[in-house]
């Protein structure tokens, strides 16, 4: 048996950090610590051997106010070592040996030149391997540092709310524990390249907007205006466990503030999220920076509130803005000490004022393990939805292969993660290669439905590509691959194509679900989301057997887009203008579904491999749950147990969905090979937020134990009295 892991020689050269999950490598890789006086200078300040807080006092005390405001805000929108386009910078001063700050988006790679474009975050969600997160997080970091930038935006924790939502590519999808231990190993990862992981966009950052709901008024519910409106629990047990995991288990040093307002207060201005919650209850002692440009929605409020630093450019924390607000009374000294003090800490922290700056040198990248990565992430999160036993290909039994549609590109999702690959492996390419050369391979780009149809009519095996692009700025206006007259009509083309040759497989580089009307006819259905600059090899490697199919849903597919939790009601998505109404509360993605009895196209949690797997024997006792997995095929293959907790009604009018994820392994194991899970419980197992008692509470009662290979194929089942229930 082993649980996966990448090849150690994958990593090779990547400096990692020994300290553990919460600590930087101050020193990572690059030149290390160099003397004092070669950098910070000679101040007292600048005695490594001192604890931050101590040398940020004894910075604090020696800056005028004027060098205090100028470090509250960013100074250059593009700005970076080389003056190459990047996403900016904060001047330091060099008198004071505060070092120049770069930063670097983001969660698929920097966007800087060119770099390893990795798979998606929605992806990566779905190889449910937190080691593949923390993997992607230090490679990526790795390169964020190899351009010269101190601190990565990414990850993008924000919960896939709707998969029409042009940033859901982003997220790790639909459930917070899954968010919340991708998330976490990502910045474990990051940090410990020695860079400054940037978590966002907190909070409730679920949407961009929707374009043509009321004409006249623009996009609805856009993202730098709308506001969610979200119930106090749904917050706690969906929107916050990625954000609050991140503090307290992985040690984040910055926090981005978002867009959007949640309950009326801008992100970025509200004591209820940054002040009480974020360092309050979960002690967050790193910095607070704004999204770019329309975060920042006020001064004063944001500085009391808990906002450090205003990116990219000083508008509302302008040396003016925040003068005259002084002048008024509204602020003081001590307030700008606060704010300060929480970016110089984070940068003593990170040994940013001891080390040289991080050196511009893509030569230092080595390119070959980071694309090893991305591949291994690739493979790990594909998803096979459904099989009548086509796939695995075998290329001596096939004479020829029709390629249909968008297999000539690698698919990517737009805005800030957007990232200019070193190379790429298109899909045509990864199978003409794997095919090799005793099969002949057509492509034609499905541009002419006939055409496409007569070429799959001829071929052994038909292979029809579909593409759906995702961005930053805007929604889909629908879930279908094709909306309203888009061309070409994927749907129909998958149509024909399957009607032609039953031998038809379809792949999807979607960045989320799509409806899949059409999949009955199929022989075969892949989600390749989008796969990254390796996403060709990957696929070739998945439809020909060569690795196993690792990927699980870390979204739901519905059947109809009706069934979508924000269906229904302009008021809930995109929202009535301004104001979108988060109604399903708590019963978000899978948790709807089966609240309300609707049957998903494809469940969360479902991936199909090429092998099979019993579970048997569930033992559950106060701590957690032990079981048994068996490969009882003949190849070997991956399999991912989810352990899912149905909790009491602990009150009249309090629901709780049916089943909530709570834990999750990833085993690899050889024909006939058996190996022992445990699946230990956490604090929160059993926890609800309990908004009358402002407090995570467990409910007497008895809980339902389910393991399964996804939400909806539940093997194994137990009960277990907690708090002083019992069960019948
Ligand atoms: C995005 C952030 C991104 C920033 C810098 C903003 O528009 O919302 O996610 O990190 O730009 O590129």
Redesign the pocket.
């Known amino acids: 048996m082993g649980r996966l892991k990448v090849a150690p020689a994958a990593l090779a050269g990547i400096v990692l950090c020994a300290c553990g999950g919460s600590e930087p490598a101050a020193s990572a890789g690059g030149a290390g610590i160099v003397a004092r006086d070669a950098l910070c200078g000679d101040h007292a300040w600048c005695d490594p051997g001192m604890t931050p807080e101590a040398r940020t006092a004894l910075l604090l005390d020696a800056m005028t106010l004027g060098q205090k405001i100028s470090l509250l805000a960013g100074d250059d929108v593009f700005g970076s070592v080389t003056g190459e386009p990047a ?2 910078t904060s001047e330091g001063i060099p008198e004071l040996g505060i070092p120049t700050l770069y930063f670097s ?2 969660p698929v790679g920097p ?1 800087k030149g060119r770099a390893t474009a990795h798979p998606s975050p929605a992806l990566l969600a779905s190889t449910f391997d937190p080691e593949l997160a923390r993997e992607t997080g230090a490679v990526i970091a790795n390169e964020v540092r190899n351009k010269g930038a101190h601190v990565v ?1 990414g990850p ?1 924790v924000d919960i896939m709310r709707t998969p029409v939502a042009g940033r859901s590519f982003e997220s790790y999808g639909e459930d917070p524990l899954l968010s919340a231990r991708m998330g976490t190993a990502w910045i474990q990862g990051a940090q410990s390249q020695g860079v400054v992981a940037n978590i ?2 907190y909070t409730a950052n679920n949407q961009e907007g929707q374009f043509g709901i009321l004409p006249l008024t623009g996009l609805v519910g856009g993202r730098f205006i709308v506001n969610a409106v979200v119930d106090e629990r749904s917050l706690r047990e969906i929107y916050l466990p990625a954000f609050e995991d991140a503090v307290r288990e992985g040690g984040v040093g910055s926090v ?1 503030c978002a ?1 959007n307002r949640v309950n009326g207060a801008a992100a970025c201005s509200s004591e209820s999220l940054l002040t009480d919650i974020l360092r309050g209850e979960w002690g967050f002692d790193g910095f607070v920076l704004t ?3 329309f975060a920042q929605k006020n001064t004063t409020p944001a500085l009391r509130a808990g906002t450090d630093l205003e990116m ?1 450019v000083p508008i509302l924390y302008s040396a003016a803005a925040i003068r005259l607000q002084m002048a008024l009374g509204r602020v003081d000294e001590a307030l700008i000490d606060e704010r300060l003090g929480n970016i110089l800490r984070t940068m003593f922290r990170f040994g940013f004022f001891d080390q040289p700056p991080f050196e511009e040198n893509d030569a230092a990248i080595d390119q070959e393990a980071h694309a090893r990565v991305a591949r291994e992430v690739a493979e790990q999160g594909t998803v096979l939805l459904q099989n009548d036993g086509l796939l695995p290909l075998r290329a001596e039994d096939i004479g020829s292969i029709a390629v249909i549609g968008a297999a000539d590109r690698i698919v990517s999702g737009g ?2 993660s957007a990232v200019a690959p070193f190379r790429q492996t298109n899909p045509l390419d990864g199978i003409r290669e794997r095919a090799g050369d005793g099969v002949t391979v057509h492509f034609t780009d499905g541009s002419d439905a006939d055409a496409a149809a007569a070429l799959a009519a001829e071929a052994d095996v038909a292979i029809v590509f579909a593409a759906v692009e995702l961005s ?1 700025g805007v929604d889909r206006p629908c879930l279908a691959l094709s909306c309203r007259g888009d061309r070409p009509d994927q749907d129909a083309l998958i149509e024909r194509v399957a009607a032609a040759n039953p031998r038809t497989v379809a792949v999807l580089q979607s960045g989320t679900p799509v409806l899949t009307p059409w999949r009955d006819r199929l022989a075969a259905l892949i989600q390749a989301w989008y796969p990254g600059q390796e996403g060709g090899a990957a696929i070739a490697r998945v439809l020909f057997g060569d690795v196993d199919p690792g990927g699980r849903l870390a979204a739901t597919f519905p059947e109809r887009e009706a069934d979508l939790p924000t269906a229904g009601s302009v008021a809930a998505y995109p929202g009535l203008l301004i104001r979108a109404e988060y109604r399903e509360g708590v019963l978000i993605g899978y948790r709807w579904y089966d609240e309300k009895a609707i049957v998903p196209a494809f469940a969360f949690g479902h991936g199909l491999s090429y092998t099979t797997f019993a579970y048997e024997d569930l033992a559950v006792d106060a701590d957690g749950v032990s079981f048994t997995v068996h490969n009882t095929g003949d190849r070997a293959g991956t399999t991912v147990p989810q352990l899912y907790v149905g909790m009491p009604d602990p009150a009249p009018g309090i629901v709780q969905p049916p089943l909530q994820l709570k834990g999750f392994d990833k085993l690899a194991l050889a024909p006939g090979e058996r190996a022992d899970v445990r699946i230990p419980f956490e604090a929160r197992s059993f926890a609800y937020w309990n908004a009358a008692a402002d407090a995570w509470t467990t409910a007497p009662g008895c809980y339902r134990i389910a393991v399964g290979a996804s939400s909806r194929d539940i093997r194994l089942e137990g009960r277990l009295a907690r708090a002083g229930g019992a069960c019948e």
């Open positions: 996403n900016g988006d983001g966007r935006h993008a966002k966009h981005m867009y999204d770019y440009f990219p805005g800030s930053e």
